[in-house]
């Protein structure tokens, strides 16, 4: 677990443009993504990672988990991180431990979101008791601290499949998102293409999904980066103690294995630190993009650039 | 999570004291300020994780406080060493003798022998002890008043009448029932639930002081036996994480180890010559087939699964070579080497041999379909099997179990269970295949496999077993272990337990893998007088009671 | 006045949420998971210390819910919080309170110490930007704030604990050469062990402050006020201190409540890589030996203490800035 950076608001909803149509927004995402040094190696990155995920048969040669070398075997070509005391060769194992890893993040990314978003914006546009009520589930939710309910949650579940994580975290998790959603939707409820479709019309659940959401893209790529970053320590995080399914391939279950054999201890330090190492990578992947996208949203972060052309990046950057 | 000790979790030793400011760790030492290690040191410490602070209750008879004072400070009527068929070494009692028909037992109490406080220890004691225990059913934890009908004391002899024969039980009357003081214990409002803070034991070391953090005994000056124990001093330390309890040894602040340490090479004894360990096998570890199973009926299914598991791969890679394995006659080696059934054994043949495995699943009407056995009507030989998913071992044995299998076209999928739900599924019936073992040992082969293979230990699906959990019922076999127990013949024995092997080799009621151990380190640079593989006198670890007294009686400072 | 008693009926409200989850828990999960845990102890256990597990557990009682969730509420709220069970026969505040101090003490202070740090290296960040320093402060923290903690605390024990034997790698202190107590040796070999994990708890979260109270700092710059003050041609750094540091560390105060449960997330992943026998790790333990009514009274404990936490830095906040009291 780590504190994710931009999970802290820098709420200055006020200065965040809004954005018009989302093709044209995420166009813009993605020629910004380019432009932005940070946001690029962490694209690079997280893309790295997904190919990985979808073809670990390529990169590694062996099986995960066939305990079929000799144990505590060292770097070598055939096996680029050694062997563990089990006799499986690590580097496999990391690299089809990709795949259950990025099914968490993606997974608990887009629900958690998708959870936000509803909750959120129809506080903000409902109103009322609506709102009150609802606010009061997300402030509950956004100051029980989390992980000790999750390690509650999982030791009552005696342990849990991939499954049961992932319904775990999403449940305990978009509280934050549906905060500054919420926010957002607020200073937007009054906008005047929203009146108009209002005059038109036109049904609410029709203005909320077609004229609101859309408005919001960026805010919404960067919830889903900072809940699928979440996700990713949660879990990793509790099948490290334990509380995860010890037959899964997955870093935090690599680790679990690792410490319970105390590899630091006897000598095969490469067992823990390697999958951790990989934990940091994605999340600093994400971390990274989310930290492009907070710059994307309020120019007032961006990167002053002692240049000529100061000016005219920022016009060409996302205005 | 931590591997549990077997005595360490049955015999739950927790402990804490009230309104403590300070929490409890032990760390690594670095030899300075310990006082251990010089030499001639006559301080012994401890290195045993129970995963709690202590609460400063040495109860004997409370199962809870059982390990912490049984051994150290209370002693039992006769010592009997599991580890050599059951060989006898009078304590309180100088002398005993079965009468006729072995319905009743008698012992000699020894003479001279005083209570910590002084006072004089009779023979009334003795009846006391066990007449408490009939009272307060809740303390008969080896299930002695079963077959016990009273026990009365005359002189200084203790007479038992049984109300059937029961010759087994001598192991649990004699070694594993404490002695304890009547005119102390009298005083106690609830003896099942007092901690008894303040021991009286006629034990070779007396409780000195008691910490949440740490327990010091020291040595008994007026012990009944002159000149013992050359220990003077015993530190406890209470550790909760089994990391930070291998430190201690590894570094030498802790001498007497009961712990399981991985690459116990690399952590344990490349850190000094003087570092030595021992772990002698107890009972077996096994794979337990559901007996009402529709496929695991068929004996040739069991008989193949037998033979598919690579038993030295699972011991090599899942155990790292701690826990041997085991074979299909049940006997444990080389702890019961000496009743291993040759023709037995010989005819069932190699342990590991897949391609006998395939010929008998073809045999009992399987062919390959899709990588998994199908037979005629379409059965599938896919089971799940019951595991203890903390037991980080038994579940990294179990992957290697499951890889064996598959070879042959057999499918396990792994449910890793707490370990009450665990041994709730088992007492229930509700599995297909589990993995455990028994969680009593005895002198002889003949306990572990009367708590497997007697129907008296079984229940139908749906109501509680004892320890019979496959619900085998073979009325042969119960006439088999019946007649056992009314003899004190060896050789008598022996011809039963040949003939008990022999059901377990055709039968194939249970499946054993690897054997269990008892896990012991020790410093022979700081003591000597161990026991060794090649002089077993007692068990080992420093949680076995009471044999861990007659090592602490052994032991000489260098 | 009107704001503090605002944010007291939310803590109230999130503390009443919170005990009705953990009542509503356990009864949630397929099988009652308290019932085998209990069969365990069945024995051993006084009658009335069975009593009260029952209530706390919903365990064998012939009683509807509602009158099992009042008995349970009226047994949080007189303090008891039921007998451990892997620490038998102590009860459950007795053992918490032998662990909370370890706690207190090495949380309090790494996270004063990355408050105080990290927020000074922030506001000169902020200060200077567009210089060498703010170009390498923000991405590096970005990195390090997202490495999950229990990784650094690894690689510190390795590093500084195993290879260079600088400082022991494991507990709190040497339990068979120490007495707890007010002694020197104590003390000196308390905080030889607490040394790693502070460290490792300082460069996990040192990263937030840093990042937000740049942030922050950032956009307080931007204000008019700080640039009439720099027109007006005061010393840079009263400008800094003075006029955008105080007003942007008041968000800050925020942030840090919000934050309070990762640091303590985090704490718990480090005592657990330590064997520091802190609340964090009892937690660990009471879970793995299944000793729910531990687990839910540390649980109890951790909420409590975060929200407590969260109110004290609200009520602050509006003490020190009148905005947030007439905003909302």
Redesign the interface.
Same mark, same amino acid.
């Given at each position: 677990?780590?504190?994710?950076?931009s999970?802290?608001?820098?709420e200055?909803p006020a200065t965040q443009a809004p954005e018009l149509g989302s093709a044209r927004a995420l166009g813009r995402i993605g020629r910004a993504v380019r432009l932005n040094r940070?946001a690029t190696i962490g694209a690079v990155l997280l893309a790295i990672f997904i190919l990985i995920a979808l073809f670990p048969g390529v990169i590694a040669h062996d099986s995960p988990?066939?305990?079929a070398y000799a $144990?505590q075997l060292g770097i070598s070509t055939a096996h680029l991180l050694g062997t563990n005391?089990?006799?499986q060769d690590l580097f496999a194992q990391l690299v089809y431990g990709t795949r259950n890893v990025l099914i968490i993040a993606f997974v608990v990314g887009l629900a958690t979101t998708t959870i936000a978003v509803l909750i959120g914006v129809a506080a903000a546009y409902l109103g009322g008791l609506a709102d009150s009520s609802l606010n009061?589930v997300t402030?509950?939710l956004?100051?029980?601290?989390?992980?000790?309910?999750l390690?509650?949650?999982a030791?009552?579940?005696?342990?849990g499949t991939t499954l049961v994580l992932i319904a775990a975290i999403t449940l305990t998790s978009w509280s934050y998102t549906a905060r500054q959603l919420r926010s957002q939707a607020l200073t937007l409820r009054n906008r005047d293409f929203l009146e108009a479709a209002r005059v038109r019309g036109e049904r609410p659940l029709y203005i909320i999904l077609v004229e609101l959401i859309p408005t919001m893209t960026s805010l919404l790529v960067a919830a889903f980066l900072t809940n699928a970053?979440y996700a990713v320590?949660f879990a990793?995080?509790l099948q490290?103690?334990?509380?995860g399914?010890?037959?899964t391939v997955s870093w935090g279950t690599t680790?679990?294995?690792a410490q319970?054999?105390?590899a630091?201890?006897?000598?095969? $330090?490469l067992w823990?630190?390697a999958p951790?190492?990989l934990? %940091?990578a994605l999340?600093?992947a994400? %971390?990274?993009l989310n930290?492009a996208f907070?710059e994307i949203g309020n120019p007032?972060?961006r $990167?002053?650039?002692?240049v000529r052309k100061k000016k005219g990046n920022e016009e060409r950057a996302g205005k | 999570?931590r591997r549990l000790t077997r005595y360490g979790v049955i015999v739950a030793a927790g402990m804490i004291a009230a309104g403590c400011t300070a929490g409890s760790q032990s760390s690594s030492s670095p030899g300075s300020g310990s006082s251990n290690k010089a030499a001639g040191n006559s301080s012994l410490t401890i290195s045993n994780e129970a995963g709690q602070l202590w609460s400063c209750g040495f109860n004997p008879l409370n199962p809870t406080f059982t390990m912490l004072s049984y051994g150290f400070v209370y002693e039992p009527l006769v010592y009997v060493n599991p580890l050599q068929q059951g060989k006898t070494t009078p304590m309180l009692a100088s002398s005993y003798k079965w009468g006729a028909g072995n319905k009743t037992l008698t012992f000699t109490i020894r003479s001279g022998v005083k209570w910590s406080d002084g006072t004089p220890m009779t023979a009334n004691d003795v009846a006391y002890t066990f007449n408490l225990i009939k009272k307060n059913s809740a303390l008969d934890l080896t299930g002695a008043w079963s077959v016990l009908s009273s026990v009365t004391a005359s002189g200084d002899t203790v007479t038992m009448n049984f109300s059937k024969v029961a010759v087994p039980y001598f192991y649990y009357i004699a070694d594993q029932v404490p002695i304890v003081p009547e005119h102390v214990f009298s005083k106690i409002s609830n003896p099942v639930t007092d901690p008894v803070k303040a021991p009286v034991g006629t034990g070779p070391f007396t409780m000195s002081k008691c910490t949440p953090q740490n327990i010091t005994y020291k040595a008994n000056p007026n012990y009944w036996q002159p000149g013992l124990p050359k220990v003077k001093t015993i530190q406890y330390p209470a550790y909760t994480s089994n990391?930070t309890a291998?430190?201690d040894l590894?570094n030498g602040s802790a001498q007497w180890g009961g712990q399981y340490?991985?690459?116990i090479k690399?952590?344990y004894t490349a850190k000094s010559p003087d570092f030595k360990y021992w772990f002698p096998p107890t009972v077996n570890v096994t794979l337990i087939p559901n007996l009402t199973d529709p496929q695991l009926k068929n004996v040739k299914v069991r008989q193949a699964i037998s033979y598919a598991i690579n038993r030295t791969?699972v011991s090599n890679?899942?155990e790292?070579g701690y826990e041997p394995p085991a074979n299909q006659t049940g006997i444990v080696t080389p702890t019961f080497s000496s009743s291993l059934n040759q023709s037995a054994l010989s005819g069932w043949g190699n342990g590991y041999d897949p391609a006998k495995a395939k010929s008998l699943l073809a045999q009992a009407g399987y062919h390959m379909s899709g990588g998994v056995m199908t037979n005629a009507a379409g059965q599938k030989l896919a089971f799940t099997v019951n595991n203890i998913?903390?037991y980080?071992d038994w579940?990294?044995s179990m992957?290697?179990i499951q890889?064996n299998l598959a070879a042959v076209g057999i499918k396990l999928t792994?449910h890793?269970?707490?370990n009450p739900?665990h041994v709730s599924d088992l007492n229930f019936g509700k599995f297909q295949l589990a993995f455990y073992d028994q969680q009593t040992f005895g002198p002889s082969a003949y306990y572990e496999l009367n708590n497997w293979l007697n129907s008296a230990n079984t229940a139908p699906v749906g109501k509680q077993a004892a320890t019979n959990y496959e619900r085998y019922s073979n009325p042969k076999t119960d006439a088999l272990l019946d007649q056992y127990s009314t003899t004190t013949s060896a050789s008598e024995q022996q011809s039963i337990l040949n003939q008990i092997q022999q059901v377990m080799v055709n039968d194939v009621p249970i499946i054993p893998v690897i054997e269990a151990v008892d896990w012991f380190q020790y410093d022979t640079g700081t003591f000597s007088g161990w026991p060794t593989p090649g002089n077993s006198y007692a068990q080992p670890s420093p949680y076995a009671y009471p044999d861990n007294e007659q090592v602490l009686l052994r032991l000489t400072p260098k | 006045m009107r704001y503090a008693l605002r944010r007291l009926g939310?803590f109230v409200?999130?503390l009443w949420?919170?005990l009705t989850?953990?009542f509503l =828990?356990?009864r949630l999960?397929p099988g009652n998971?308290a019932l085998a845990m209990m069969s365990k102890f069945h024995g051993e256990l006084s009658p009335k210390a069975l009593n009260a597990l029952e209530i706390l557990f919903g365990v064998n009682t012939k009683e509807s819910l509602l009158s099992q969730y009042f008995g349970y509420l009226h047994q949080i709220l007189t303090g008891n919080f039921g007998t451990s069970l892997s620490q038998y026969p102590a009860s459950v505040s007795s053992v918490i309170g032998s662990a909370i101090w370890w706690t207190l003490g090495l949380v309090g202070i790494a996270t004063f110490l990355a408050f105080v740090l990290g927020t000074g290296l922030g506001i000169v960040s902020a200060w200077r930007?567009?210089s060498k320093l703010d170009?390498v402060v923000?991405?590096t923290?970005?990195?390090?704030?997202?490495?999950?903690?229990?990784?650094i605390a690894?690689?510190l024990?390795?590093i500084f604990g195993?290879t260079l034997h600088w400082f022991p790698s494991q507990g709190g202190y040497y339990v068979t050469t120490d007495t707890p107590g007010l002694n020197f040796t104590f003390f000196q070999d308390v905080l030889n062990h607490a040394i790693l994990p502070a460290v490792s708890l300082l460069i996990?979260?040192i990263?937030?402050w840093i990042?937000?109270m740049r942030?922050?700092m950032?956009?307080t710059l931007?204000e008019d006020y700080v640039r009439m003050a720099r027109a007006k041609g005061l010393p840079n750094r009263r400008i800094m201190l003075d006029y955008a540091a105080r007003n942007a560390i008041l968000?800050n105060l925020?942030?840090f409540a919000?934050? =309070?449960?990762?640091?303590?997330?985090?704490a718990?992943?480090i005592e657990?890589v330590f064997n520091y026998p802190g609340v964090g790790y009892m937690?660990?333990q009471a879970?793995?030996s299944?000793d729910?009514p531990l687990?839910?009274g540390?649980?109890l404990l951790?909420?409590v203490a975060?929200?407590f936490a969260?109110l004290v830095a609200d009520v602050l906040t509006a003490l020190l800035d009148p905005r947030t009291r007439t905003a909302s």
């Open positions: 677990m780590a504190m994710p950076v999970g802290v608001p820098t200055t940070k988990t066939q305990d $144990p005391h089990y006799g009061v402030d509950v956004l100051v029980i601290p989390l992980f000790p309910l390690i509650v949650i030791a009552y579940a005696h342990g970053l320590l990793s995080s490290f103690i334990g509380l399914d010890p037959n680790l679990y294995w319970n054999n105390a630091l201890q006897t000598g095969e $330090p823990a630190i951790g190492f934990i %940091a999340g600093a994400f %971390a990274l930290y907070d007032a972060l $990167p002053v650039r002692k | 999570m990391n291998n430190d590894a340490i991985p690459g690399t952590f791969q890679t899942g790292s998913g903390d980080s579940v990294a992957q290697v890889q792994p890793n269970l707490s739900d | 939310f409200v999130t949420i919170a989850l953990n =828990l356990p999960m998971p930007r567009g170009s923000p991405p923290f970005v990195i390090v704030s997202a490495i999950p903690y229990f990784w690894m690689v024990v390795l195993l996990a979260t990263g937030t990042l937000i942030n922050t950032i956009t931007a968000p925020t942030g919000m934050s =309070l449960g990762f640091v303590v997330s985090g718990i992943l657990y937690l660990l879970v793995s299944e729910y687990m839910q540390l649980f951790i909420t975060v929200l969260i």
